[in-house]
């Protein structure tokens, strides 16, 4: 488990030489394609490929990492630009594999977080959701976090969609965890009364 991350059920470790095929591939998904914003996809085979490859061991413009399950199975990708050592900030973007976009996506985007505050102690992360994504949260969910909602900010499968952006710090990501824990804590305590009730 060296050079990886854990939270819960899911690990983060740098991407390799043996990952960049794989994250090429997802370029070229559609269902993947269409949440990101860019043109990846157009762009031929063995230039992703170089291109994936340059980032490998965080060389490159931007750093990427393998979001994979504890039985070594890949999930996904999240990658860091705009990187900015001096004053600890960047940019969060996560690429899910489909078959784990509902079930896994928001628990990927914790143990991203988690790693960029806790392991490279970073003050804060500007992250960018497109609507209609079905990988993490609602749209309702991603509007109301949003700093700033860009109502025709992107243009994907020929129709415009709103692009919702915010930033957020080490504080309101600290808060936010305690008051996940807090609701935890109630719910187990609202059953445990229950159970005992019966």
């Not at 490929?49 to 061991?57: A, T």
């Not at 952006?165 to 059953?191: F, S």
Request: glycine share 10%; with cysteine; aromatic share 8%.
């Amino acid at each position: 488990m060296s050079g990886r991350t854990l939270l819960g059920r899911l690990a983060l470790r740098h991407l390799e030489e043996e990952d960049v095929a794989l994250r090429v591939d997802a370029q070229y998904d559609g269902r993947v394609a269409r949440n990101i914003a860019g043109h990846l996809g157009l762009t031929p085979r063995d230039e992703l490929l170089r291109r994936f490859r340059s980032h490998v061991d965080g060389r490159g413009d931007r750093v990427e990492y393998v979001v994979e399950k504890q039985n070594g199975d890949t999930v996904g990708y999240i990658f860091l630009t705009g990187l900015d050592w001096v004053n600890r900030t960047c940019d969060l973007s996560i690429t899910m594999l489909p078959g784990f976009r509902t079930g896994l996506g928001y628990l990927a985007l914790m143990c991203a977080f988690d790693h960029v505050y806790g392991c490279l102690n970073m003050h804060a992360v500007l992250t960018m959701v497109l609507d209609v994504n079905e990988m993490m949260a609602s749209d309702e969910w991603n509007s109301k976090r949003a700093n700033v909602t860009v109502s025709q900010g992107n243009y994907t499968e020929g129709a415009f969609r709103a692009v919702h952006v915010w930033t957020q710090t080490k504080p309101e990501y600290d808060a936010m965890i305690a008051e996940g824990r807090a609701r935890v804590a109630a719910m187990r305590a609202r059953l445990g009364d229950e159970v005992g009730a019966r």
